[in-house]
C-alpha cells in the first residue's frame, strides 16, 4: 500500500534532532579524521529480512540534511513489500557525508519498517473482515508522527495524533467526573459539532447506559472477551462505532474482527515492533 508522503518540512525538526544528538559538539570526527574530504562513493541500503517498508522518505532526508549535494533515489518506496537482498536506496556522492548520516537514517528505516511489518502482519489476520486495525498514542515521545505514519504504511489506520485530536472519555475520566452520564452530558454542552467523542467501557450495563444517554460517536469496548464483544455489538446495532481494545495479540485478532467490532486498536503496533536489519552497504 503507498500513501502520499509527509511535506518534509514537518518532518525534518525531528530528523534534525536525531542528528544532533547522534554529531555531538563537534562532529564526527572518526570520519573527518580518516575518510578523505574529496574521496565519493556509492552506497545501498539494502534489506537483511523480508519486510514492508518504511522510512525511506525520512532517511532520505536524514542524508540530505548532512550533504544536499548528495544524490539519493529511493528503490522500494515506503508502504510496499521487500525480500532479504533488496536494494531499497541508493545514495551517491560524499563518502564522508553518507558516513555521517549513515546511522540516523538506519535507526529511523529500521524502526519504522518494524511497525509497518507488524501491522501489515496484524491487518492481513484481519482482512477478512470489516474490521480496521488503529495504532494508539502509545508511541516513542518525539517520534509520534514518524511511528503513525508507519502504521499506515503497513496497511493501518491511524487513532488520534495527540489529546487535542477527539473527545475520548475514559475509565478515569469517569471516575472523576462522576459516572457515564455526567461525562456525556458534559460533553455533549460543551463539544464543537466538529469534534468526534468516544467513551470506553468495560461491562455490558455500562454500554446500556451509554446508549440510553447518547451523545458517543465511538464506545470503546475495553479488555472483552469475544462472547462478551459480540452481545456488544449487538447492542450498539449501528447506532455508533465500536472498537476493540486490550489484549489484542496477532494470534487473537482475527477472532476478535468476526465478532463484528468496526475497529481494533493494539499499542504493541508501536511499542513492541521489533527493529527490521536494515544495512548500509558501500
Excluded: W
Excluded at 498514542?137 to 499506515?152: D, F, H, N, Q, S
Excluded at 458534559?186 to 467513551?199: G, N
Amino acid at each position: 500500500m503507498t500513501h502520499s508522503a509527509l511535506p518534509d518540512l514537518i518532518l525534518e525538526p525531528m530528523v534534525r534532532t536525531a542528528l544532533m544528538e547522534d554529531l555531538g559538539s563537534y562532529g564526527d570526527i572518526t570520519t573527518r579524521t580518516v575518510v578523505p574530504a574529496d574521496t565519493t562513493y556509492a552506497a545501498r541500503l539494502n534489506a537483511r529480512e523480508d519486510a514492508v517498508v518504511s522510512g525511506m522518505q525520512i532517511a532520505a532526508l536524514a542524508f540530505r540534511l548532512v550533504d544536499p549535494t548528495l544524490k539519493v533515489k529511493t528503490r522500494v518506496a515506503d508502504g510496499q513489500s521487500c525480500k532479504a537482498g533488496d536494494t531499497l536506496m541508493e545514495i551517491h556522492g560524499s563518502a564522508a557525508s553518507i558516513l555521517t548520516g549513515e546511522r540516523v537514517a538506519l535507526n529511523f528505516a529500521g524502526r519504522l519498517t518494524g511497525i509497518a511489518t507488524k501491522t501489515a502482519g496484524f491487518v492481513a489476520a484481519a482482512k477478512d473482515t470489516h474490521t480496521r486495525v488503529t495504532c494508539t498514542r502509545k508511541t516513542t515521545p518525539g517520534l509520534r508522527i514518524a511511528e503513525k505514519m508507519a502504521v499506515l504504511h503497513g496497511g493501518g489506520f491511524n487513532h488520534r495524533y495527540s489529546l487535542s485530536d477527539a473527545i475520548l472519555i475514559k475509565d478515569n475520566h469517569i471516575a472523576a467526573a462522576g459516572g457515564v452520564r455526567a461525562v456525556l452530558e458534559a460533553s455533549k454542552a460543551q463539544a464543537s459539532h466538529m469534534m468526534a467523542v468516544e467513551i470506553e467501557v468495560d461491562r455490558l450495563d455500562q454500554l446500556e447506559e451509554v446508549l440510553a444517554v447518547g451523545g458517543a460517536d465511538v464506545v470503546l469496548l475495553d479488555n472483552m472477551d469475544n462472547d462478551m464483544l459480540r452481545e456488544a455489538v449487538a447492542m450498539v446495532a449501528g447506532r455508533m462505532k465500536t472498537e476493540a481494545s486490550g489484549n489484542v495479540t496477532l494470534e487473537r485478532i482475527a477472532s476478535i474482527a468476526a465478532t463484528g467490532v468496526d475497529y481494533v486498536s493494539s499499542g504493541a503496533l508501536t511499542h513492541s515492533a521489533r527493529t527490521i536489519d536494515l544495512g548500509l552497504d558501500f
